[in-house]
């Protein structure tokens, strides 16, 4: 199994700063990347597929890069309704698999 | 609009077995695959398994032979079976559809499943 693992699992963040959170992947996973948000209690919501693709509604301030085994997302200037938690999501190989989450917080 | 919904227990006792219905509408099961995906409270996410529009099954080999994805497409509905529960099988469990984008574009609410000894 293809192992997803998240950094930093905890963020803290000011409104305004630039945020970036890390999935490594421990193979390559051909760019097959998306990344999820979830609020407490929430379904997860869609944010990026395929490493840097928007999914329609999402705000420009996200956006996802990477290749290989490294992938990053970034919100460019953080906003209150951004807090929750992160998870990555690999499909590219069998089973498929989910990083373990970095959870931000808003200072 | 596309809606997923999933129904079942709230409790399920050691050992026994966990049926779940999501129940889809504003699409067509023929056309979108729909996943299983389960989160322990606290925890992160894990893939279960996949049924997809041609009627066939994918699982994660880690629950073994123990899950088991079917459909009803008269109904809209996708059923997931899991035997043998454990207290670690205790955990919310969501439908999602997969597709048109290569990705999880919609999910039920989730239900959350205690297993209880």
């Known amino acids: 199994d293809i192992q997803m693992t998240q950094s930093p699992s905890l963020l803290s963040a000011s409104v305004g700063d630039r945020v970036t959170i890390n999935c490594k992947a421990s193979q390559n996973i051909n760019k097959y990347l998306n990344w999820y948000q979830q609020k407490l209690g929430e379904a997860p919501k869609l944010l990026i597929y395929?490493?840097?693709n928007l999914q329609t509604g999402i705000p420009s301030r996200f956006s996802g890069s990477g290749s290989g085994t490294d992938y990053t997302l970034t919100i460019s200037s953080l906003q209150p309704e951004d807090f929750g938690t992160y998870f990555c999501?690999?499909?590219?190989?069998?089973?498929?698999?989910f990083g373990s989450g970095t959870k931000l917080e808003i200072k | 609009q596309v809606q997923l919904k999933e129904t079942g227990p709230d409790l399920v006792q050691l050992t026994q077995t966990l049926s779940i219905t999501c129940t889809v509408s504003g699409f067509s099961l023929t056309t979108y695959n729909v996943h299983w995906v389960r989160q322990p409270p606290g925890k992160g996410l894990e893939w279960m398994g996949a049924m997809w529009n041609g009627g066939g099954t994918d699982y994660n080999s880690a629950f073994k032979s123990r899950l088991s994805i079917s459909r009803d497409t008269s109904k809209s509905q996708v059923f997931l079976k899991m035997n043998s529960l454990q207290t670690d099988d205790t955990a919310k469990y969501f439908c999602a559809r997969h597709g048109p984008i290569p990705s999880f574009d919609y999910w039920g609410q989730g239900v959350m499943v205690t297993v209880s000894s």
């Open positions: 395929n490493t840097n």
């Open positions: 999501f690999q499909h590219n190989s069998w089973p498929l698999t």
